[in-house]
């Protein structure tokens, strides 16, 4: 339907008025449980026969990423290659959600009834997903909830240290800051290159950094402005060789990347679904390793808290919007259907060709590695010379590509960020270039 500036004016809803429209969403067919079940039936239907196809060596556009994306609903050609600050729900997820919200505008009790029984179900799956156990997912409403629950969840006294690198975003940050000016805490910023050259550099930036009073480290696992995927598992044996724990930032992390939590060997993670994996904003994940629940107070809490023995204890938050969490599920099924394997493997593909294009074009320096195993969907970088906001603004208006600008001037992290999911092209990796090597060229 197209937008209608009317709306406010006339109460109304594209012409229908409020009376109708309600009638619409709870009779329509179009709305109906049993149609919005048959859509998402169809969805699981034509994955499972292109997996049954294309075994593994699916061509870079061809059949199978193409049908892939026809499950998304973008409008107008828009190419979304910011799903770094906001993604999209595929349909399945989008379906289940009115279905869910439909529940409560027809039928509060079964809402009430029966939706929290299906949300342990989300607990065991999002554990699945992410290679934990159901007694260490909490399901949040975002990365930053996370991070905050972590941080003010530990028992820090004045002195105590933690370290974070110059590279954390906001939602990491402040959380720290605020326990510094509270409890006198120390924040030390760990710097690396930019981009690291190694694995190896990382890890012994943060060793080097490490005293006897720090009590943990502090870091994203998908750095927002330069794209690298930080080495968890290696920066936590080290940490743990020394006492020390490890909070990882992963906002980006899911559905971006082949997650296993034991592997990573972490003690807290932090998610928000909604940029990668197609959930609604709203709702995040935090995963607390089983070993170190003991340490952690919950942050917010109401009554049975104290019962829980395990993350539960973490997730007593009040009534919550259950229908996000049940697209939450759905948006795992989706990725489940296509496979973790398989997204990651085409996410960093795209990343892979585009980077290597980049390096190709004059005065372009890449700010993520070029390694797969130290970057993944994120790729930023600079070009001298040329304004970036133009860049932004050019491939907007010529292709309806979407990107950003990140990163600091003074810091020189400034530049552009280009994200790459599984819904997006080789061939729009290749308008993106065409417009940037043609400002190159005009020195725009
Ligand atoms: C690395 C990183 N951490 C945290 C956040 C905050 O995410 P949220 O607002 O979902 O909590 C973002 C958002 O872009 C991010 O990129």
């Not at 009317?6 to 067919?29: H, M, T, W």
């Not at 990423?65 to 979304?80: E, P, S, V």
Request: proline share 5%.
């Amino acid at each position: 339907m197209a937008y209608n500036p009317d709306i406010k004016k006339n109460n109304n809803f594209n012409g229908l008025s409020r009376r109708d429209f309600v009638r619409y969403l709870i009779g329509g067919s179009a709305f109906s449980v049993a149609s919005l079940n048959k859509l998402n039936a169809a969805v699981y239907q034509s994955i499972l026969s292109l997996n049954q196809k294309y075994i593994k060596d699916e061509a870079p556009d061809g059949l199978y990423w193409q049908a892939i994306r026809k499950h998304f609903l973008f409008k107008d050609g828009l190419i979304m290659m910011n799903n770094g600050t906001l993604g999209p729900m595929p349909k399945p997820v989008f379906n289940t959600l009115i279905k869910c919200f439909k529940l409560q505008v027809t039928n509060p009790y079964k809402c009430y009834s029966f939706i929290p029984r299906k949300k342990e179900e989300i607990r065991y799956k999002l554990a699945e997903f992410i290679g934990a156990t159901p007694e260490e997912v909490v399901i949040t409403r975002n990365t930053t909830e996370g991070m905050n629950f972590v941080a003010n969840g530990l028992d820090l006294k004045e002195g105590d240290e933690v370290l974070l690198s110059t590279l954390e975003h906001p939602g990491g940050i402040q959380t720290w800051k605020l326990k510094e000016r509270r409890f006198g805490i120390k924040i030390k910023e760990v710097p690396f290159g930019l981009p690291p050259k190694s694995v190896k550099e990382i890890v012994d930036a943060f060793e080097k950094a490490i005293t006897p009073r720090t009590k943990i480290i502090s870091i994203s696992h998908t750095i927002y402005i330069t794209g690298l995927i930080t080495p968890l598992k290696e920066l936590s044996q080290m940490a743990h060789a020394k006492g020390v724990l490890v909070l990882a930032d992963s906002a980006h992390g899911l559905g971006m990347l082949n997650l296993n939590m034991k592997e990573l060997g972490i003690d807290f993670w932090a998610s928000s679904p909604y940029k990668w994996l197609g959930a609604p904003t709203g709702v995040g994940v935090l995963y607390i390793r089983r070993e170190v629940q003991d340490k952690l107070w919950p942050t917010i809490v109401t009554g049975g808290w104290d019962r829980y023995k395990d993350s539960r204890k973490f997730e007593t938050l009040g009534q919550r919007a259950d229908a996000l969490i049940i697209a939450l599920g759905e948006a795992l099924d989706f990725q489940k259907a296509i496979g973790k394997e398989r997204i990651e493997r085409r996410i960093k593909a795209l990343a892979g060709y585009l980077k290597k294009e980049l390096k190709k074009i004059p005065g372009v320096k890449l700010h993520t590695p070029e390694d797969p195993y130290l970057s993944g969907g994120l790729t930023a970088f600079s070009v001298e010379g040329v304004d970036h906001k133009k860049i932004v603004n050019y491939v907007r208006e010529k292709y309806n590509i979407v990107i950003r600008t990140v990163g600091s001037k003074e810091k020189g992290t400034y530049g552009l960020r280009v994200s790459t999911p599984l819904y997006v092209s080789f061939k729009e990796v290749d308008l993106f270039l065409e417009g940037l090597r043609h400002l190159v060229a005009h020195k725009v």
